[in-house]
């Protein structure tokens, strides 16, 4: 059974944002990424 979501904190957003192995993941595989607002706030900073 594939796998349709993930919940990620700041470091999976880190690692998508500098192109790493869950960037792959995200945009090859189609996985979509949950993360709260705090998460996306403090990898704004």
């Known amino acids: 059974m ?3 979501a ?3 904190d700041a470091n999976v957003l880190l ?3 500098i192109g790493k192995a869950a ?3 995200i945009t ?3 996985v979509e990424a949950h ?3 705090f998460n996306v706030d403090e990898v704004a900073e």
């Open 6 to 8: 993930v919940v990620g």
């Open 15 to 17: 690692s998508a944002v």
């Open 35 to 37: 993360v709260a607002r």
């Open 28 to 30: 090859e595989y189609g």
């Open 23 to 25: 960037l792959r993941v």
């Open 2 to 4: 594939p796998i349709a």
